[in-house]
């Protein structure tokens, strides 16, 4: 295809705004699906994640579009996930296309996740085409929200498009725009070939897919390909395009974007940003600004039962095959037994594992305390990456401790500003920089990433009734003064909730860890004390009292009936509980207990 019929963008918006649903609009007037196949969100692939169990994250669809002036363009829409922990995937996506289409609901306005998201496609140079959508609502009010956009994000929005993909209307117009408005991509068929790796998922048929976007080069079916940044080599068997389906194609040319297999093994083979080229004709340089997946939370996640191990091994193989930017090792704890020690690139990557572990595969799991790498100095000059405070070494051992700093920045409506800064503060943040932007300011602080893994994100949404955006950057190591703090029940060390924390702050936080405790643990039939400690000093206590007489008195009663429902309510109850010594603590606890608020 010549290059100027082609063009490539991406579509940012707010989650509910309709991204979907104009996808498919857009799908549907092009008859790039027959009517009898459309169903609702084709992009969502919902199906076929649910068939197999695998997530499909980056979705890309081929659409022609025959234009007003006569010639037929192909249209490539990239969707991108749209979450901080992912912001380095939505880039590589951002990069792959010229163009995106920001999408706000007319009747809301812009909200703050599609400010991230936006200046993602600002600093990749996009053209960008407002639309407001849903304009078919009594409440939309188009003109206000073109001046939000105009406000907030600093750009154009006088020729917005205005449409509402539920009725249809609008649409033809968002294809004339797509056409005129936005870029076509720059290319040289000619050159060695050269093409970013834009995303990769696991198929339980066709192996690795690899979605690909042609720089310079052409690609073609059998070609021996060589991936630049981890060297792996492989014969391309299959290149196509979706239309949403796969479907073959002979070859890729510049500008294009498409799918290829190549008989790779494993989701981590490939690496999101990396250069694909030809064995024997490389190209000059790879791309800039490859960076390789690293995982910087840890926690370690147990089954609750712990006969259900060998089940959570299987489970978090599968996922890993599909997630190359999450990692996993064994992990015995004295208190939790056999488990894992896994990496994440984020909370929210966390909890989108832990979550699938738990509805998919349907295990009951703990998780202990989320944890960065420490680097801990020794006194015979020796350094350790500590992932788990488990493996604290004995503090006599230890010379100094380092810890990660990341650069964070915040957008916030300035009615929120004070409570934002107090909670930067609050996480021992140092503020770098403060300026507005309109009615919004944006806030640059240095935080431990410590302070910011368990529930800043959080918090954050709540003290800005989720009008701020979140995103940042890691700065590297610093030293600081920092503890293992351990937790005793009942006197004996549960070193699941041990965590790392400024020795100015453990009082505060041992407190309140042992407070929380004292709400979580229900009461046995004796006295259980709680503690927190740093080395052997304790440093907060509460005590929960023992079970009163008359209750208990109450399930030994005579009714047949109810203490058989009692017994079998435990039962269930038990499952989610964990035995330590002689006392049980639910499964909730161990990430209740964390929390701060
Ligand atoms: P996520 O998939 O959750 O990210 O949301 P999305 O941005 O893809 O939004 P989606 O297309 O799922 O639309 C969200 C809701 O808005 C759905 O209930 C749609 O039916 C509805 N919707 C989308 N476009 C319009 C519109 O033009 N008018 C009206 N009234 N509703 C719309």
Redo the contacts with the bound molecule.
């Keep these: 295809t010549d290059l100027k019929n082609i063009r490539n963008f991406s579509i940012v918006?707010?989650?509910?705004?309709?991204?979907?649903?104009?996808a498919d609009r857009l799908i549907q007037l092009t008859g790039t699906v027959a009517a009898r196949d459309m169903k609702a969100?084709l992009l969502?692939n919902m199906d076929i994640e649910r068939e197999r169990g695998i997530t499909i994250k980056a979705n890309t669809v081929r659409i022609e579009y025959p234009a007003k002036d006569g010639q037929t363009y192909i249209l490539n829409l990239i969707d991108t996930p749209?979450h901080v922990d992912f912001a380095y995937e939505v880039s590589r996506s951002m990069q792959a296309v010229e163009g995106s289409l920001l999408?706000v609901d007319a009747s809301q306005g812009v909200e703050a996740q599609t400010l991230a998201n936006v200046y993602q496609a600002i600093d990749a140079d996009h053209e960008i085409v407002p639309v407001l959508?849903?304009?078919?609502?009594p409440a939309a009010d188009c003109d206000r929200v073109a001046e939000q956009i105009e406000d907030v994000i600093g750009i154009d929005a006088s020729d917005a498009v205005r449409?509402?993909?539920?009725?249809g209307l609008g649409i033809p117009e968002v294809l004339e725009a797509i056409v005129t408005r936005l870029p076509a991509p720059k290319g040289d068929r000619d050159a060695p070939l050269k093409a970013m790796l834009v995303d990769s998922y696991y198929d339980a048929y066709l192996g690795v897919v690899v979605i690909i976007r042609v720089i310079d080069g052409v690609i073609r079916k059998g070609d021996k390909i060589k991936m630049m940044r981890t060297g792996g080599t492989y014969p391309v068997d299959r290149l196509g395009v979706f239309r949403p389906k796969m479907e073959n194609i002979p070859e890729l040319g510049p500008g294009e974007i498409g799918f290829l297999t190549a008989s790779i093994k494993q989701v981590r083979d490939t690496r999101v940003g990396d250069t694909i080229t030809h064995e024997k004709k490389p190209c000059a340089a790879a791309l800039p600004g490859f960076k390789p997946a690293q995982p910087v939370v840890f926690c370690g996640l147990f089954p609750v039962d712990a006969a259900e191990f060998e089940d959570l091994r299987d489970a978090i193989e599968k996922l890993a095959l599909n997630d190359a930017s999450f990692s996993y090792e064994m992990e015995t704890s004295a208190a939790l037994g056999f488990g894992f020690r896994c990496g994440f690139l984020g909370l929210l990557h966390l909890e989108v594992i832990r979550d699938r572990l738990e509805r998919e595969y349907d295990i009951d799991l703990i998780t202990t305390a989320p944890s960065v790498i420490y680097h801990v100095y020794l006194r015979d000059g020796t350094m350790i990456e500590l992932h788990n405070p488990a493996d604290m070494p004995d503090m006599t051992l230890v010379d100094h401790i380092e810890e990660p700093r990341i650069k964070a920045t915040i957008l916030v409506p300035d009615e929120y500003l004070g409570d934002v800064l107090k909670l930067c503060q609050d996480r021992r943040g140092i503020q770098m920089d403060l300026t507005y932007a309109g009615t919004r300011a944006m806030v640059v602080y240095d935080l431990p990433l410590n302070e910011v893994v368990f529930d800043f994100y959080d918090r954050l949404k709540s003290v800005t009734k989720g009008y701020a955006s979140f995103d940042y950057q890691m700065i590297g190591y610093r030293e600081d003064f920092l503890v293992k703090m351990q937790v005793l029940v009942n006197d004996e060390p549960v070193d699941a909730l041990s965590t790392m924390v400024h020795r100015d702050r453990a009082e505060l936080r041992g407190r309140a860890m042992v407070e929380k405790l004292k709400e979580l643990i229900p009461r046995h039939m004796f006295k259980i004390p709680i503690q927190a400690a740093i080395g052997g000093r304790v440093i907060a206590r509460e005590t929960l009292s023992a079970m009163r007489k008359d209750v208990t008195a109450k399930c030994y009663g005579g009714d047949a009936t109810r203490k058989k429902k009692l017994l079998e309510k435990q039962k269930a109850g038990k499952k989610k509980m964990r035995q330590f010594g002689k006392v049980e603590i639910p499964q909730q606890a161990f990430i209740n207990a964390l929390k701060m608020d």
């Design positions: 918006a707010h989650i509910d705004h309709g991204k979907s649903t104009l969100q969502d749209g999408v959508n849903k304009v078919d609502l449409i509402s993909a539920k009725t």
